[in-house]
């Protein structure tokens, strides 16, 4: 099928804001800096999942589904913004969600996700460990019970990246190219944070389908290695070229870019550099970042620039992608000297 073919079940309205942060910009040297604001979305606060829920529901309701299975962190955004979703469409959410930081289990239950994935009616199981497998056995069994109660489940994959739910961020790439020519730039660069690849691949994707040859897609990897996410990055645009059709070689090798030096111990483990991004950018911007994504990305942008490591470097654009309401966990590495 073409990409215009794929059905889309719109949750929220585009496209998002696009514009200059002039202060951060000062700040940092003689660049200019931009910002994608994915962050502000109409599912429960938004963020990047939300452009994927709207291939990934049309998909679900396509199937007759009367309910959804999702998985992620106790603090997932991802989560979050899939029971958004399944409310607003009458749908029953199951979510099973694992604990990243086994010593935050406490901080993690008090995020400002995990307390709104409540309000909003998910049925919620608690698997205590970050073990893949673990969650994974408890998400079939989840499923085979629905199954056996008479209902038709669907499976919201991890983060929403499969080759269906990344479609969303090749749109958002075409969004990107309107804002960018309205704009009069031609950025470089583009950062964002990656973790499960759809974003990464559906953006990437996107601008090369739509005829953007030259801007960098560059993912700063927020839990693994370099060559493990340049693998899951291949498997995803694998998977969105199996839904629609492309030229065999629209990405080369060269096109995956990955940074894996500022994720510091593991996934949602904080980072000095993190940290200072992210009171950095809402000193200066009035915008919040938070310590599992987006402020990796940006520590990881702000390296980049200030150290010389980008050839060529102009118009820098910063995809936010949401992640705000996981800031709570993290109260405590913020709130020394937090008052005259
Ligand atoms: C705020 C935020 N940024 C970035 C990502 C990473 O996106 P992806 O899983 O598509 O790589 C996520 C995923 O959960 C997220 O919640």
Not at 124 to 151: C, H, P, W
Not at 158 to 187: K, V
Not at 277 to 302: F, N, Q, S
């Amino acid at each position: 099928m073409k990409f215009e073919d794929i059905p889309r079940l719109p949750l929220t309205s585009l496209p998002t804001s696009f514009y200059a942060m002039a202060n951060l910009s000062k700040e940092l040297g003689d660049i200019d800096i931009y910002i994608k604001r994915d962050d502000v979305m109409e599912l429960a606060h938004g963020g990047n999942k939300t452009r994927k829920l709207e291939y990934v529901f049309a998909d679900a309701v396509a199937k007759g589904a009367d309910c959804v299975i999702t998985m992620g962190g106790i603090q997932s955004n991802h989560v979050r913004q899939t029971v958004s979703g399944a409310a607003k469409l009458g749908l029953e959410s199951h979510v099973i969600l694992n604990n990243p930081v086994p010593t935050m289990k406490k901080q993690l239950l008090g995020s400002g996700n995990y307390l709104m994935d409540v309000i909003m009616g998910a049925h919620i199981y608690l698997v205590d460990s970050d073990d893949d497998e673990q969650t994974i056995a408890k998400m079939n069994e989840v499923r085979n019970d629905l199954i056996k109660a008479g209902k038709n489940p669907y499976m919201v994959p991890l983060g929403a990246s499969d080759g269906i739910g990344s479609l969303g961020y090749m749109l958002a790439a075409r969004e990107l190219m309107i804002q960018w020519e309205n704009n009069n730039i031609s950025p470089s660069h583009i950062f964002l944070g990656t973790g499960s690849c759809g974003t990464h691949a559906g953006l990437l994707m996107g601008l090369r389908y739509f005829g953007n040859k030259t801007t960098k897609v560059v993912g700063i990897s927020v839990s693994q290695p370099e060559d493990i996410k340049k693998q899951t990055l291949r498997d995803v645009i694998s998977q969105i070229k199996a839904v629609i059709e492309v030229e065999d070689n629209l990405i080369s090798e060269q096109d995956l870019i990955i940074k894996d030096q500022y994720y510091g111990q593991a996934y949602a483990y904080p980072t000095a550099e993190a940290n200072a991004a992210i009171k950095l950018v809402a000193r200066k911007e009035g915008i919040l970042l938070d310590p599992v994504y987006t402020g990796k990305a940006m520590a990881g942008m702000i390296d980049m620039i200030k150290n010389n490591k980008l050839d060529n470097p102009q118009d820098i654009v910063f995809l936010h992608s949401g992640g705000a309401p996981a800031l709570h966990p993290y109260a405590e590495l913020f709130l020394e000297n937090d008052h005259e």
